[in-house]
C-alpha cells in the first residue's frame, strides 16, 4: 500500500504543477488581453481627441493670418490646414509610439517570447539612448554655436541703426551718401551671414561626416553652376549703386527707352513711361547701356534741362523775325524758366533754307511731354501770327533726339 501511496504522489505533483502553469497562463493571458484592451481603449481615446480638436481648428475663426513686416506668409486658412496635418502626425506618433510599448510589454509576460521582447525593447531603447547622450556630448558645441548666433545678431542691430542713421543724415560721413547705406548694409549682412556659416559650420553635428562633406560640395557646385548670371547681375547692382547715374523718381533715358525710375533692387532696373509702360533692365544690361540722366539738370544747383527744337526756313525772311518769334513761344511756354533766357541757334545754312534752333530751360522734368506740346503749339501760333507759313517746301520742326520715337512723344514730322 506504501507503493501504491509513494507511485500517486509523483502523478499528484505533476497534476498540481500543471495546474498552477495553467492557471499562472491563464493569468498572464488574462493581463496580456487587458493590456492589450487598454491600449486599445487609449488609442481610440487618443483619435477621438485629436479628432474632435481637428474639427475646432480647420472650422475655428480664432487663427488670424501670419503677417511679418506687412508681408502675408500664410493666411488662415492655411495655417488651420497646416495645423491639422501636425496634429495628424502627432496622433500616428503617438499610436506608433503605444504599439511599441505594449508589443513587448505583452510578450515578456510569457517565458517563450521573453526574449524576443527584450529584443524588440532594444530596438526602442538603444537609438534613444544613442540620441540622448549625443545631445549630452553636443552641449558644449551648441553653447558655442549660440554665443556665436547671439552676437552675430548683435552686430546686425548696430550696423542697422549705423545704416538708419547714415540714411536719415543724422550721422555724416565726408564722401558717403545717404542713399549708399542700405545697400552697404544688405552688403555687410550677407557677408557676416557667410562668416557666421563658416564659423559654426565645425560645430554642427555630422559636419566631419562624408556624407555631410558630400552635400555641401553638390550644393556648391549647383549655387555655382545655376547663379552665375544671377550673381553678375547682383555684382553689377552694387556698382550701379555706387556709381549713382540715378535714383527712384529720376527721369533717364536707356537704350531708346524714356521714363522715371520706380525700382532699383541688386538684380534689375525698372521704369515707367510716361505712357504707364513698365520696362524691366536686368543690372548687367544696364550697367553696360548708355544712360541719361535728365533729373540732375533739375537741381537747385543747375540752371535746369535745355528744351531744344530746330526750324528750318528760307532766306527770304531775316533771321531776326525768325529768331524773335521763337523766343516769344518759348516765354509763353508753361514751366519754362525766364532765368536764364532762351536763345536761338543757327545750326546750318542749308540750300534752300537755315536751321534755326531755339533753346529755353526748365526743371519741371516730370511734365516734359507737355511743356514740348505746348513750345510746338506756341511756335506754330507765333509764325501765323507773323504771317509766315510752315507749310512751304522744306520747312519742318525737327524734334531733339529724346522725343524722336524713343520717349513719350511724337515722331518726327515728315518735310513739309
Known amino acids: 500500500m506504501e507503493d501504491g501511496i509513494q507511485n500517486i504522489e509523483p502523478v499528484l505533483e505533476q497534476t498540481v504543477t500543471r495546474d498552477a502553469a495553467l492557471l499562472g497562463f491563464g493569468q498572464k493571458f488574462g493581463m496580456a488581453i487587458g493590456i492589450a484592451a487598454g491600449q486599445i481603449l487609449l488609442i481610440w481615446v487618443v483619435w477621438f481627441l485629436f479628432k474632435k480638436l481637428s474639427k475646432k481648428i480647420a472650422s475655428g475663426d480664432k487663427i488670424k493670418p501670419l503677417i511679418i513686416k506687412k508681408i502675408h506668409i500664410l493666411t488662415a486658412r492655411h495655417i488651420s490646414a497646416l495645423i491639422v496635418f ?10 506608433i509610439i503605444q504599439l511599441f510599448i505594449t508589443i513587448p510589454l505583452i510578450f515578456s509576460l510569457f517565458p517563450a517570447t521573453e526574449e524576443l521582447a527584450s529584443t524588440i525593447f532594444g530596438y526602442i531603447l538603444t537609438p534613444l539612448k544613442n540620441i540622448g547622450m549625443g545631445l549630452v556630448r553636443y552641449i558644449p558645441n551648441l553653447f558655442t554655436v549660440i554665443i556665436i548666433l ?7 542691430r548696430a550696423l542697422q541703426f549705423f545704416a538708419r542713421q547714415l540714411s536719415r543724415e543724422k550721422i ?15 552688403i555687410l549682412r550677407v557677408l557676416l551671414y557667410a562668416f557666421t556659416i563658416a564659423a559654426i559650420f565645425p560645430y554642427l553635428p555630422g559636419s566631419n561626416s562624408r556624407i555631410f562633406q558630400g552635400i555641401s560640395v553638390f550644393l556648391g557646385v549647383i549655387f555655382s553652376l545655376g547663379s552665375s548670371s544671377a550673381i553678375g547681375n547682383l555684382v553689377a547692382g552694387m556698382v550701379i549703386t555706387y556709381m549713382r547715374p540715378f535714383k527712384i523718381g529720376d527721369f533717364i533715358r536707356i537704350q531708346n527707352s524714356t521714363g522715371f525710375v520706380v525700382e532699383k533692387t541688386l538684380m534689375v532696373l525698372r521704369i515707367k513711361t510716361t505712357k504707364n509702360e513698365y520696362i524691366t533692365f536686368p543690372n548687367m544690361q544696364a550697367l553696360s547701356a548708355s544712360i541719361s540722366n535728365y533729373n540732375t539738370s533739375s537741381d537747385e544747383d543747375e540752371e535746369g534741362l535745355i528744351l531744344n527744337a530746330i526750324i528750318t526756313y528760307n532766306y527770304a525772311t531775316p533771321w531776326r523775325l525768325i529768331h524773335k518769334i521763337l523766343i516769344k513761344a518759348a516765354l509763353k511756354t508753361s514751366h519754362v524758366l525766364k532765368t536764364p533766357k532762351p536763345f536761338v541757334l543757327q545750326t546750318a545754312l542749308d540750300d534752300f533754307y537755315a536751321r534755326y534752333q531755339i533753346n529755353c530751360y526748365t526743371k519741371e522734368i516730370k511734365v516734359l511731354n507737355a511743356i514740348y506740346s505746348e513750345l510746338f503749339q506756341n511756335i506754330q501760333d507765333g509764325f501765323a501770327a507773323a504771317g509766315l507759313d510752315l507749310t512751304a517746301p522744306h520747312f519742318r520742326i525737327n524734334l531733339p533726339p529724346e522725343s524722336r520715337g524713343e520717349g513719350p512723344w511724337e515722331k518726327t514730322k515728315p518735310d513739309m
Open 150 to 156: 547671439l552676437m552675430t545678431k548683435y552686430i546686425l
Open 172 to 186: 555724416k560721413i565726408p564722401g558717403f551718401y545717404p542713399e549708399w547705406a542700405q545697400p552697404t548694409f544688405n
Open 86 to 95: 501636425l496634429l495628424r502626425i502627432i496622433k500616428i506618433v503617438i499610436t
